[in-house]
Protein backbone atom coordinates (compact mmCIF):
# COMPACT_ATOMS: atom_id res chain seq x y z
CA UNK A 1 0.00 0.00 0.00
CA UNK A 2 3.14 2.61 0.63
CA UNK A 3 4.35 1.60 -2.43
CA UNK A 4 1.45 2.26 -4.42
CA UNK A 5 0.81 5.67 -2.58
CA UNK A 6 4.05 7.08 -2.76
CA UNK A 7 3.90 6.10 -7.04
CA UNK A 8 0.12 7.44 -7.15
CA UNK A 9 1.68 10.93 -5.81
CA UNK A 10 4.13 11.01 -8.69
CA UNK A 11 1.87 10.25 -11.62
CA UNK A 12 -1.24 11.48 -12.65
CA UNK A 13 -4.40 11.43 -10.60
CA UNK A 14 -7.29 8.75 -11.07
CA UNK A 15 -9.42 6.20 -9.18
CA UNK A 16 -8.28 5.06 -5.57
CA UNK A 17 -6.56 1.50 -6.39
CA UNK A 18 -7.17 -1.55 -4.59
CA UNK A 19 -3.75 -3.45 -2.92
CA UNK A 20 -2.61 -6.07 -5.48
CA UNK A 21 -5.94 -5.78 -8.09
CA UNK A 22 -5.54 -2.14 -8.79
CA UNK A 23 -8.38 -0.41 -10.80
CA UNK A 24 -9.73 -2.63 -13.06
CA UNK A 25 -11.62 -4.78 -11.19
CA UNK A 26 -13.66 -1.91 -10.32
CA UNK A 27 -14.47 -1.30 -13.48
CA UNK A 28 -18.27 -2.74 -13.25
CA UNK A 29 -19.52 -1.17 -16.29
CA UNK A 30 -16.09 -0.83 -18.40
CA UNK A 31 -17.33 2.07 -20.81
CA UNK A 32 -18.87 4.21 -18.57
CA UNK A 33 -16.21 3.99 -16.11
CA UNK A 34 -13.39 4.70 -19.08
CA UNK A 35 -15.40 7.52 -20.22
CA UNK A 36 -15.42 9.22 -16.67
CA UNK A 37 -11.95 8.91 -16.54
CA UNK A 38 -11.84 12.41 -18.22
CA UNK A 39 -12.73 13.94 -14.86
CA UNK A 40 -9.66 13.77 -13.41
CA UNK A 41 -8.44 16.24 -16.54
CA UNK A 42 -6.37 15.75 -19.92
CA UNK A 43 -4.16 13.16 -18.41
CA UNK A 44 -5.40 10.16 -15.52
CA UNK A 45 -3.52 7.23 -14.36
CA UNK A 46 -5.25 3.31 -13.69
CA UNK A 47 -3.77 0.60 -11.85
CA UNK A 48 -3.13 -2.27 -13.97
CA UNK A 49 -1.84 -4.89 -10.35
CA UNK A 50 0.39 -2.56 -9.25
CA UNK A 51 1.76 -1.12 -12.57
CA UNK A 52 -0.08 2.23 -13.41
CA UNK A 53 -1.35 3.09 -16.50
CA UNK A 54 -1.32 6.29 -18.10
CA UNK A 55 -4.47 7.56 -19.95
CA UNK A 56 -4.74 10.18 -22.50
CA UNK A 57 -8.61 11.72 -21.99
CA UNK A 58 -8.29 14.68 -24.85
CA UNK A 59 -7.59 14.66 -28.88
CA UNK A 60 -4.79 17.44 -27.58
CA UNK A 61 -3.13 15.26 -25.49
CA UNK A 62 -2.87 11.81 -27.48
CA UNK A 63 -1.48 14.13 -30.74
CA UNK A 64 1.28 15.65 -28.06
CA UNK A 65 2.11 11.73 -27.18
CA UNK A 66 1.11 9.65 -29.93
CA UNK A 67 3.36 11.36 -33.04
CA UNK A 68 6.41 10.53 -30.67
CA UNK A 69 8.12 7.75 -31.22
CA UNK A 70 8.79 7.37 -27.71
CA UNK A 71 4.96 6.55 -26.87
CA UNK A 72 5.31 3.82 -29.55
CA UNK A 73 5.94 1.17 -27.90
CA UNK A 74 3.87 -2.28 -26.91
CA UNK A 75 3.59 -3.36 -23.57
CA UNK A 76 5.10 -6.81 -22.70
CA UNK A 77 1.61 -8.73 -21.58
CA UNK A 78 2.01 -12.55 -20.76
CA UNK A 79 -0.66 -13.12 -22.88
CA UNK A 80 -0.04 -11.86 -25.33
CA UNK A 81 3.82 -12.90 -25.58
CA UNK A 82 2.27 -16.45 -24.72
CA UNK A 83 0.80 -16.03 -27.86
CA UNK A 84 2.36 -13.92 -29.99
CA UNK A 85 5.98 -14.41 -28.89
CA UNK A 86 6.44 -10.14 -30.08
CA UNK A 87 6.41 -11.43 -33.56
CA UNK A 88 4.43 -10.11 -36.06
CA UNK A 89 2.94 -6.55 -36.21
CA UNK A 90 0.29 -5.71 -34.13
CA UNK A 91 1.74 -6.77 -30.58
CA UNK A 92 5.38 -6.52 -31.86
CA UNK A 93 7.55 -4.05 -29.54
CA UNK A 94 8.50 -0.85 -31.39
CA UNK A 95 12.20 -1.97 -33.29
CA UNK A 96 13.78 -3.10 -36.22
CA UNK A 97 11.22 -6.10 -36.49
CA UNK A 98 8.14 -4.37 -36.23
CA UNK A 99 9.19 -1.42 -38.62
CA UNK A 100 10.41 -4.06 -41.10
CA UNK A 101 7.00 -6.18 -40.51
CA UNK A 102 4.58 -3.29 -40.83
CA UNK A 103 7.06 -1.53 -44.25
CA UNK A 104 6.43 -5.06 -46.09
CA UNK A 105 2.64 -5.56 -45.16
CA UNK A 106 1.83 -1.53 -46.03
CA UNK A 107 3.78 -2.04 -49.24
CA UNK A 108 2.13 -5.50 -50.16
CA UNK A 109 -1.12 -4.51 -49.43
CA UNK A 110 -0.82 -1.23 -51.94
CA UNK A 111 0.51 -4.20 -54.71
CA UNK A 112 -2.40 -5.96 -54.14
CA UNK A 113 -4.92 -3.32 -54.42
CA UNK A 114 -5.30 -1.19 -51.37
CA UNK A 115 -6.21 2.15 -51.92
CA UNK A 116 -6.90 1.41 -56.10
CA UNK A 117 -9.96 0.47 -57.73
CA UNK A 118 -9.20 -3.39 -57.57
CA UNK A 119 -9.90 -3.71 -53.75
CA UNK A 120 -13.09 -1.29 -54.55
CA UNK A 121 -13.85 -4.08 -57.50
CA UNK A 122 -13.47 -6.73 -54.71
CA UNK A 123 -15.33 -4.80 -51.83
CA UNK A 124 -18.52 -4.57 -54.84
CA UNK A 125 -18.41 -8.00 -55.61
CA UNK A 126 -18.60 -9.55 -52.01
CA UNK A 127 -21.18 -7.16 -50.92
CA UNK A 128 -23.44 -8.14 -53.91
CA UNK A 129 -22.73 -11.70 -52.64
CA UNK A 130 -23.68 -10.41 -49.16
CA UNK A 131 -26.97 -8.63 -50.23
CA UNK A 132 -27.97 -12.24 -51.85
CA UNK A 133 -27.46 -14.01 -49.17
CA UNK A 134 -29.42 -11.50 -46.54
CA UNK A 135 -32.32 -11.46 -49.21
CA UNK A 136 -32.00 -15.31 -49.15
CA UNK A 137 -34.15 -15.27 -45.58
CA UNK A 138 -36.41 -11.82 -46.91
CA UNK A 139 -38.91 -11.23 -44.26
CA UNK A 140 -37.77 -13.53 -41.77
CA UNK A 141 -35.80 -13.02 -38.76
CA UNK A 142 -32.36 -13.52 -38.63
CA UNK A 143 -28.94 -12.81 -37.22
CA UNK A 144 -26.87 -11.17 -39.70
CA UNK A 145 -23.48 -11.76 -37.58
CA UNK A 146 -22.09 -14.88 -39.78
CA UNK A 147 -22.88 -13.07 -43.19
CA UNK A 148 -21.10 -10.11 -42.40
CA UNK A 149 -18.26 -11.60 -40.62
CA UNK A 150 -18.04 -13.77 -43.52
CA UNK A 151 -18.31 -10.85 -46.25
CA UNK A 152 -15.48 -8.62 -44.36
CA UNK A 153 -13.59 -11.70 -44.02
CA UNK A 154 -13.74 -12.64 -47.51
CA UNK A 155 -11.18 -8.97 -48.77
CA UNK A 156 -8.78 -9.34 -46.76
CA UNK A 157 -8.68 -13.63 -47.10
CA UNK A 158 -8.42 -12.44 -51.16
CA UNK A 159 -5.96 -10.07 -50.28
CA UNK A 160 -3.73 -12.78 -48.27
CA UNK A 161 -4.71 -15.99 -49.20
CA UNK A 162 -5.56 -15.34 -52.64
CA UNK A 163 -9.30 -16.54 -52.47
CA UNK A 164 -12.93 -15.71 -50.51
CA UNK A 165 -14.66 -18.24 -48.89
CA UNK A 166 -18.40 -19.01 -49.60
CA UNK A 167 -20.73 -17.92 -46.58
CA UNK A 168 -21.70 -22.06 -46.48
CA UNK A 169 -18.04 -23.36 -46.20
CA UNK A 170 -18.14 -25.26 -43.12
CA UNK A 171 -14.57 -25.03 -42.07
CA UNK A 172 -14.47 -21.52 -42.69
CA UNK A 173 -17.91 -20.58 -41.07
CA UNK A 174 -15.75 -22.43 -37.75
CA UNK A 175 -12.84 -20.43 -38.64
CA UNK A 176 -14.95 -17.51 -37.81
CA UNK A 177 -16.41 -18.20 -34.76
CA UNK A 178 -12.94 -19.35 -33.45
CA UNK A 179 -11.80 -15.90 -34.11
CA UNK A 180 -14.76 -14.34 -32.61
CA UNK A 181 -14.18 -15.92 -29.74
CA UNK A 182 -10.77 -15.71 -29.51
CA UNK A 183 -11.48 -11.84 -29.09
CA UNK A 184 -13.79 -12.41 -26.27
CA UNK A 185 -11.55 -14.06 -24.58
CA UNK A 186 -8.19 -12.37 -24.41
CA UNK A 187 -10.19 -9.32 -23.57
CA UNK A 188 -11.99 -11.18 -20.82
CA UNK A 189 -11.55 -11.41 -17.22
CA UNK A 190 -9.91 -14.99 -17.51
CA UNK A 191 -7.35 -13.13 -20.39
CA UNK A 192 -6.67 -10.21 -17.62
CA UNK A 193 -6.09 -12.92 -14.75
CA UNK A 194 -3.92 -14.60 -16.74
CA UNK A 195 -1.90 -11.22 -17.63
CA UNK A 196 -2.28 -10.50 -13.64
CA UNK A 197 -1.30 -14.12 -12.40
CA UNK A 198 0.55 -15.74 -15.32
CA UNK A 199 1.50 -19.37 -13.40
CA UNK A 200 -2.05 -20.03 -13.86
CA UNK A 201 -1.08 -20.94 -17.76
CA UNK A 202 0.04 -24.09 -16.21
CA UNK A 203 -3.24 -25.19 -14.68
CA UNK A 204 -6.64 -26.30 -16.33
CA UNK A 205 -8.88 -22.96 -16.56
CA UNK A 206 -10.95 -20.89 -19.33
CA UNK A 207 -7.56 -19.01 -20.24
CA UNK A 208 -6.36 -22.88 -21.88
CA UNK A 209 -9.43 -22.29 -24.28
CA UNK A 210 -7.36 -19.10 -25.25
CA UNK A 211 -4.54 -21.47 -26.32
CA UNK A 212 -6.49 -24.17 -27.73
CA UNK A 213 -8.30 -21.38 -30.26
CA UNK A 214 -4.76 -19.54 -30.86
CA UNK A 215 -3.38 -22.74 -32.11
CA UNK A 216 -6.22 -23.68 -35.02
CA UNK A 217 -5.91 -20.28 -35.69
CA UNK A 218 -1.99 -20.76 -36.61
CA UNK A 219 -2.76 -24.17 -38.23
CA UNK A 220 -5.27 -22.94 -40.28
CA UNK A 221 -2.17 -20.11 -41.63
CA UNK A 222 0.57 -22.59 -41.74
CA UNK A 223 -2.15 -24.96 -43.70
CA UNK A 224 -2.50 -21.76 -46.48
CA UNK A 225 1.53 -21.23 -46.49
CA UNK A 226 2.26 -25.41 -47.28
CA UNK A 227 -0.05 -24.86 -50.02
CA UNK A 228 1.08 -21.97 -51.06
CA UNK A 229 4.49 -22.68 -51.01
CA UNK A 230 3.93 -26.00 -53.52
CA UNK A 231 2.12 -24.13 -56.10
CA UNK A 232 4.29 -20.81 -55.58
CA UNK A 233 5.78 -19.59 -59.52
CA UNK A 234 8.30 -16.63 -58.38
CA UNK A 235 7.35 -15.05 -61.62
CA UNK A 236 3.50 -13.79 -60.86
CA UNK A 237 2.99 -13.99 -56.95
CA UNK A 238 -0.69 -13.94 -56.57
CA UNK A 239 -1.59 -12.51 -52.88
CA UNK A 240 0.46 -11.53 -49.66
CA UNK A 241 1.94 -14.86 -48.72
CA UNK A 242 3.51 -15.61 -52.31
CA UNK A 243 5.17 -11.89 -51.48
CA UNK A 244 6.29 -13.09 -48.47
CA UNK A 245 7.88 -16.43 -49.32
CA UNK A 246 10.00 -14.54 -52.14
CA UNK A 247 10.46 -12.09 -49.80
CA UNK A 248 12.10 -14.05 -47.53
CA UNK A 249 14.32 -15.89 -50.33
CA UNK A 250 15.29 -12.17 -51.48
CA UNK A 251 16.43 -11.34 -47.99
CA UNK A 252 17.83 -14.57 -47.21
CA UNK A 253 21.91 -13.03 -47.48
CA UNK A 254 20.94 -10.36 -45.20
CA UNK A 255 21.88 -10.37 -41.90
CA UNK A 256 19.63 -7.97 -40.55
CA UNK A 257 16.68 -9.68 -41.92
CA UNK A 258 13.79 -10.23 -39.82
CA UNK A 259 11.84 -12.43 -42.97
CA UNK A 260 11.35 -15.41 -41.60
CA UNK A 261 8.97 -18.53 -41.56
CA UNK A 262 8.10 -17.84 -37.94
CA UNK A 263 7.36 -14.24 -38.67
CA UNK A 264 5.66 -14.07 -41.54
CA UNK A 265 3.01 -16.58 -39.29
CA UNK A 266 2.24 -14.32 -37.04
CA UNK A 267 2.42 -11.37 -39.68
CA UNK A 268 -0.40 -13.11 -41.93
CA UNK A 269 -2.54 -14.11 -38.83
CA UNK A 270 -1.99 -10.37 -37.64
CA UNK A 271 -4.03 -9.23 -40.99
CA UNK A 272 -6.37 -11.76 -40.83
CA UNK A 273 -7.07 -10.73 -37.06
CA UNK A 274 -7.30 -7.05 -37.48
CA UNK A 275 -8.85 -7.28 -40.91
CA UNK A 276 -12.04 -8.91 -39.76
CA UNK A 277 -13.51 -8.14 -36.75
CA UNK A 278 -13.03 -4.61 -36.57
CA UNK A 279 -14.61 -3.62 -39.81
CA UNK A 280 -17.38 -6.65 -39.21
CA UNK A 281 -18.35 -5.41 -35.58
CA UNK A 282 -18.56 -1.91 -37.27
CA UNK A 283 -21.50 -3.32 -39.70
CA UNK A 284 -23.01 -4.54 -37.35
CA UNK A 285 -22.90 -1.68 -35.61
CA UNK A 286 -24.39 0.17 -38.29
CA UNK A 287 -27.24 -2.17 -39.13
CA UNK A 288 -27.91 -1.45 -35.09
CA UNK A 289 -27.94 2.32 -35.75
CA UNK A 290 -30.12 2.20 -38.87
CA UNK A 291 -32.98 0.27 -37.69
CA UNK A 292 -32.79 2.23 -33.94
CA UNK A 293 -32.64 5.37 -36.53
CA UNK A 294 -35.13 4.26 -39.02
CA UNK A 295 -34.90 8.26 -40.16
CA UNK A 296 -31.48 8.09 -40.91
CA UNK A 297 -31.95 4.74 -42.86
CA UNK A 298 -34.25 6.07 -44.79
CA UNK A 299 -32.53 9.17 -45.43
CA UNK A 300 -29.18 7.81 -46.91
CA UNK A 301 -31.47 5.26 -49.10
CA UNK A 302 -32.69 8.37 -50.87
CA UNK A 303 -29.52 10.01 -51.16
CA UNK A 304 -28.05 7.15 -52.72
CA UNK A 305 -31.36 6.25 -54.69
CA UNK A 306 -30.91 10.06 -55.81
CA UNK A 307 -27.17 9.90 -56.84
CA UNK A 308 -26.70 6.21 -58.03
CA UNK A 309 -30.56 5.19 -58.47
CA UNK A 310 -31.12 1.15 -57.95
CA UNK A 311 -28.05 -0.26 -60.31
CA UNK A 312 -24.97 2.11 -60.29
CA UNK A 313 -22.91 0.49 -58.04
CA UNK A 314 -21.13 2.80 -54.72
CA UNK A 315 -17.59 3.96 -55.76
CA UNK A 316 -14.77 5.75 -53.53
CA UNK A 317 -15.50 9.18 -55.40
CA UNK A 318 -19.24 9.32 -54.93
CA UNK A 319 -18.21 10.29 -51.53
CA UNK A 320 -18.76 13.76 -52.26
CA UNK A 321 -21.95 13.16 -53.56
CA UNK A 322 -23.35 11.34 -50.77
CA UNK A 323 -22.26 13.55 -47.91
CA UNK A 324 -25.13 12.62 -45.46
CA UNK A 325 -24.51 8.64 -46.14
CA UNK A 326 -20.90 9.24 -45.66
CA UNK A 327 -21.48 11.14 -42.76
CA UNK A 328 -23.66 8.60 -41.08
CA UNK A 329 -20.92 5.89 -41.43
CA UNK A 330 -18.33 8.14 -39.56
CA UNK A 331 -21.24 8.49 -37.31
CA UNK A 332 -21.44 4.28 -36.81
CA UNK A 333 -17.78 4.56 -36.13
CA UNK A 334 -18.01 7.02 -33.40
CA UNK A 335 -21.02 5.47 -31.64
CA UNK A 336 -19.68 1.94 -32.27
CA UNK A 337 -16.56 2.75 -30.81
CA UNK A 338 -15.05 -0.82 -31.43
CA UNK A 339 -11.67 -0.04 -29.80
CA UNK A 340 -12.73 2.73 -26.80
CA UNK A 341 -9.16 2.09 -25.89
CA UNK A 342 -7.39 1.72 -28.58
CA UNK A 343 -4.71 -0.57 -28.73
CA UNK A 344 -1.89 -0.02 -25.79
CA UNK A 345 1.37 1.67 -26.28
CA UNK A 346 4.28 1.61 -24.06
CA UNK A 347 6.69 3.75 -23.73
CA UNK A 348 9.97 3.14 -25.15
CA UNK A 349 12.24 5.52 -22.92
CA UNK A 350 12.02 7.68 -20.07
CA UNK A 351 9.95 10.63 -21.26
CA UNK A 352 7.82 13.42 -19.92
CA UNK A 353 4.45 14.58 -20.86
CA UNK A 354 2.33 17.62 -19.27
CA UNK A 355 5.08 18.15 -16.55
CA UNK A 356 5.03 14.37 -15.57
CA UNK A 357 8.13 12.27 -15.78
CA UNK A 358 7.07 9.01 -17.09
CA UNK A 359 9.59 5.63 -16.94
CA UNK A 360 10.61 3.69 -19.75
CA UNK A 361 8.06 0.84 -19.92
CA UNK A 362 4.54 2.87 -18.97
CA UNK A 363 1.85 1.60 -20.47
CA UNK A 364 -0.03 4.39 -22.14
CA UNK A 365 -4.45 4.13 -23.73
CA UNK A 366 -5.62 6.80 -25.36
CA UNK A 367 -9.75 7.38 -24.34
CA UNK A 368 -11.45 7.47 -27.08
CA UNK A 369 -15.02 7.13 -25.41
CA UNK A 370 -14.23 10.47 -23.84
CA UNK A 371 -12.63 11.65 -27.07
CA UNK A 372 -15.66 10.88 -28.92
CA UNK A 373 -18.01 12.23 -26.07
CA UNK A 374 -16.30 16.00 -25.70
CA UNK A 375 -18.99 18.57 -25.30
CA UNK A 376 -16.34 20.82 -27.14
CA UNK A 377 -15.61 18.57 -29.83
CA UNK A 378 -19.05 17.37 -30.94
CA UNK A 379 -22.73 19.08 -31.82
CA UNK A 380 -24.57 15.94 -31.04
CA UNK A 381 -21.76 14.30 -27.94
CA UNK A 382 -24.42 12.16 -26.66
CA UNK A 383 -26.55 11.12 -29.54
CA UNK A 384 -26.36 9.42 -32.96
CA UNK A 385 -25.83 12.37 -35.04
CA UNK A 386 -24.88 12.08 -38.46
CA UNK A 387 -24.66 16.18 -38.51
CA UNK A 388 -21.97 15.55 -36.17
CA UNK A 389 -19.81 14.76 -39.37
CA UNK A 390 -21.91 18.24 -41.94
CA UNK A 391 -21.06 21.35 -42.03
CA UNK A 392 -23.66 24.04 -42.13
CA UNK A 393 -23.81 23.60 -45.57
CA UNK A 394 -24.61 19.98 -45.20
CA UNK A 395 -21.06 18.93 -46.59
CA UNK A 396 -19.03 16.44 -45.13
CA UNK A 397 -16.52 17.37 -42.38
CA UNK A 398 -14.23 15.52 -40.20
CA UNK A 399 -13.86 17.06 -36.90
CA UNK A 400 -10.13 16.69 -36.00
CA UNK A 401 -11.33 14.38 -32.75
CA UNK A 402 -12.27 11.67 -35.11
CA UNK A 403 -8.99 9.38 -34.24
CA UNK A 404 -10.73 5.56 -34.16
CA UNK A 405 -7.82 4.50 -36.48
CA UNK A 406 -5.41 5.91 -33.90
CA UNK A 407 -2.40 8.27 -34.94
CA UNK A 408 1.53 8.61 -35.28
CA UNK A 409 3.93 5.64 -35.82
CA UNK A 410 1.21 2.82 -35.19
CA UNK A 411 -1.69 4.44 -36.85
CA UNK A 412 -3.85 1.44 -37.87
CA UNK A 413 -2.43 -0.29 -41.22
CA UNK A 414 -5.53 -1.17 -42.76
CA UNK A 415 -6.96 2.38 -42.37
CA UNK A 416 -7.62 2.50 -46.19
CA UNK A 417 -9.03 -0.77 -46.43
CA UNK A 418 -11.40 -0.16 -43.70
CA UNK A 419 -12.65 2.97 -44.46
CA UNK A 420 -13.11 1.66 -48.36
CA UNK A 421 -15.17 -1.17 -46.83
CA UNK A 422 -17.32 0.51 -44.32
CA UNK A 423 -18.56 3.55 -47.00
CA UNK A 424 -18.87 0.62 -50.04
CA UNK A 425 -20.90 -2.19 -47.74
CA UNK A 426 -22.65 0.48 -45.99
CA UNK A 427 -23.95 2.04 -49.47
CA UNK A 428 -24.64 -1.06 -50.78
CA UNK A 429 -26.21 -2.24 -48.34
CA UNK A 430 -28.36 0.87 -47.75
CA UNK A 431 -29.01 1.05 -51.30
CA UNK A 432 -30.66 -2.61 -52.11
CA UNK A 433 -32.45 -3.88 -48.34
CA UNK A 434 -34.75 -2.15 -45.78
CA UNK A 435 -33.69 -2.90 -42.53
CA UNK A 436 -35.97 -3.35 -39.51
CA UNK A 437 -36.67 -5.07 -36.03
CA UNK A 438 -38.31 -8.17 -35.75
CA UNK A 439 -41.59 -8.71 -33.97
CA UNK A 440 -39.65 -10.63 -31.46
CA UNK A 441 -37.83 -9.28 -29.49
CA UNK A 442 -38.79 -5.71 -29.96
CA UNK A 443 -35.38 -4.26 -28.61
CA UNK A 444 -31.80 -4.64 -29.01
CA UNK A 445 -29.28 -4.94 -26.19
CA UNK A 446 -27.02 -2.09 -26.37
CA UNK A 447 -24.89 -2.90 -24.15
CA UNK A 448 -20.94 -4.09 -25.47
CA UNK A 449 -20.44 -7.71 -24.67
CA UNK A 450 -17.83 -7.14 -22.26
CA UNK A 451 -14.45 -6.85 -22.95
CA UNK A 452 -11.56 -5.32 -24.34
CA UNK A 453 -13.70 -4.51 -27.08
CA UNK A 454 -16.89 -2.81 -27.71
CA UNK A 455 -18.14 -5.38 -29.91
CA UNK A 456 -22.60 -5.31 -29.87
CA UNK A 457 -24.59 -8.53 -28.66
CA UNK A 458 -26.05 -10.69 -30.66
CA UNK A 459 -29.48 -9.06 -32.53
CA UNK A 460 -32.21 -10.57 -34.99
CA UNK A 461 -32.92 -8.07 -38.13
CA UNK A 462 -35.20 -8.40 -41.06
CA UNK A 463 -34.48 -7.53 -44.10
CA UNK A 464 -36.88 -6.11 -47.43
CA UNK A 465 -35.62 -6.01 -50.57
CA UNK A 466 -35.89 -1.92 -51.91
CA UNK A 467 -36.69 -3.46 -55.31
C1 LIG B 1 -3.91 -1.21 -35.41
C2 LIG B 1 -8.49 0.43 -35.44
C3 LIG B 1 -9.41 -2.22 -39.41
C4 LIG B 1 -4.82 -3.78 -39.44
C5 LIG B 1 -5.09 -0.56 -35.09
C6 LIG B 1 -5.26 0.30 -33.95
C7 LIG B 1 -6.54 0.76 -33.96
C8 LIG B 1 -7.18 0.20 -35.11
C9 LIG B 1 -7.19 1.71 -32.94
C10 LIG B 1 -4.19 0.59 -32.90
C11 LIG B 1 -3.36 1.80 -33.30
C12 LIG B 1 -2.42 2.19 -32.19
O1 LIG B 1 -1.75 1.33 -31.63
O2 LIG B 1 -2.38 3.37 -31.85
C13 LIG B 1 -9.14 -0.19 -36.50
C14 LIG B 1 -10.54 0.00 -36.83
C15 LIG B 1 -10.80 -0.75 -37.94
C16 LIG B 1 -9.56 -1.40 -38.31
C17 LIG B 1 -11.50 0.88 -36.03
C18 LIG B 1 -12.09 -0.95 -38.70
C19 LIG B 1 -13.20 -0.33 -38.52
C20 LIG B 1 -8.24 -2.82 -39.79
C21 LIG B 1 -8.09 -3.64 -40.97
C22 LIG B 1 -6.81 -4.09 -40.97
C23 LIG B 1 -6.14 -3.55 -39.80
C24 LIG B 1 -9.16 -3.91 -42.02
C25 LIG B 1 -6.21 -5.02 -42.01
C26 LIG B 1 -5.26 -4.79 -42.78
C27 LIG B 1 -4.20 -3.24 -38.33
C28 LIG B 1 -2.84 -3.55 -37.94
C29 LIG B 1 -2.57 -2.80 -36.79
C30 LIG B 1 -3.78 -2.06 -36.49
C31 LIG B 1 -1.89 -4.53 -38.65
C32 LIG B 1 -1.27 -2.75 -36.00
C33 LIG B 1 -0.43 -1.53 -36.39
C34 LIG B 1 0.89 -1.46 -35.64
O3 LIG B 1 0.95 -1.88 -34.49
O4 LIG B 1 1.85 -0.97 -36.23
N1 LIG B 1 -6.28 -0.60 -35.78
N2 LIG B 1 -8.59 -1.04 -37.41
N3 LIG B 1 -7.04 -2.78 -39.12
N4 LIG B 1 -4.74 -2.34 -37.45
FE1 LIG B 1 -6.62 -1.61 -37.50
Redo the contacts with the bound molecule.
Keep these: IFRINSCRAKTPPGPRPLPFVGTIPSFKKPFETIRSLSQYGDISAVYFGRKPMIVLNTIQITKEA?IQEAFSG?PFMPLIDWLSKGLG??M?PFGHS?RQQ?RF?LHT?RNFGLGKKSVEDRVLEESRYLIAEMLKAEGKSVDPQHDIHNAVSNI?CSIVFGERFDYDNKRFSYLLKILNNHFMLTGSLAGQILNLAPFIRHFPGPHQKIMQNFSELLSFIRGEIKEHKETLDPDSPRDFIDAYLLEIQKQKSNEGSTFNEENMVMSTL??FL??TD??AN?IRWGLIFMIQNPDVQERCHEEIVRVLGYDRLPSMDDRDKLPYTYATVHEI?RCGN??PL??T?ETTQPTKLRGYDIPKGTMIM?NLAAIFSDKEHWKHPDAFNPENFLDENGNFCKPESFI???L?P??????T??RT??FLFMTSLLQRIKFSLPPEPQSIDMNAILGVFHFPQSFNIVCHSRD
Excluded: K, N, Y
Aim: charged residues 15%.
Design positions: FRIIAWRALIDLAGTTTQIAGVHTAFSGRVCLGELAEL
